[in-house]
DNA sequence: CAGCATCCCAAACGATACTG
DNA sequence: CAGTATCGTTTGGGATGCTG
């Protein structure tokens, strides 16, 4: 972000960041995305692999996720009826943004743990 | 994130991900950031870039912005006295997050009206 | 197992007024 | 100009208990 960037465009910018960590907010959020980058989870699934989420806080952001179509929610017809979350095509689409936000979060906690 | 990454090697990228949008956080971080990116700015410039901002969550933004060492607060010693703001070199460091933050914003946008 | 309902506290945010 | 102080509202989030 040298100053190839005009003002204007830069002032362009704000709105789509400020949506972008909008729509990424949320204490468990990416935590969330990032288990099921790996595979396909149930609901009792992710609770064991985040261990602090509360329920309720998990069915939540749960909800967030699917409304901004970054997960789905998927029932096996067959009974015993299995409840699978799955990422999105659109939530696999943040690959880029959580590796530099990976990157510069490991970076950021060296930055701050030197003075 | 393909299946490249192991589910130990997601796993540990909870944390720093989580920091790092943790310290992003708030409504108008971003948005002082990259206005700083262009050019050092006072106060009051600062809230004509940001209309909608208060001078009270301005005054906040800055503040934890500063701790976090992504912008730097400077007084010139000359009466007037200017008090200015510019980005750090951490700050600046957010680059490459911004840059895919935006992109990613953009395609969200498209995404969600399409449905 | 997969949640939802309720209650409650803390943090975020906005409006307004005031100060050096 | 560059903020701070105070107040009120709204949102986020934890604890607990209940339901199909």
């Not at 699917?66 to 696999?92: C, M, Q």
Request: charged share 30%; aromatic share 6%.
């Amino acid at each position: 972000m040298e100053k190839l960037y005009t003002k204007e465009t830069l002032r362009a910018m704000i709105q789509p960041v400020t949506d972008a960590v909008y729509v990424l907010n949320g204490k468990w959020k990416l935590a969330i995305l990032i288990c099921l980058t790996f595979e396909n989870m149930r609901f009792r699934q992710l609770t064991n692999e985040i261990p602090q989420i509360t329920d309720r806080m998990l069915s939540k952001e749960l909800k967030e996720l699917e409304t901004n179509l970054l997960i789905r929610r998927t029932v096996s017809p067959a009974a015993p009826k299995r409840f699978e979350y799955s990422i999105t095509d659109h939530g696999k689409s943040l690959h880029n943004v959580v590796i530099e936000l990976h990157k510069w979060g490991l970076k950021h906690r060296e930055e701050i743990s030197q003075r």
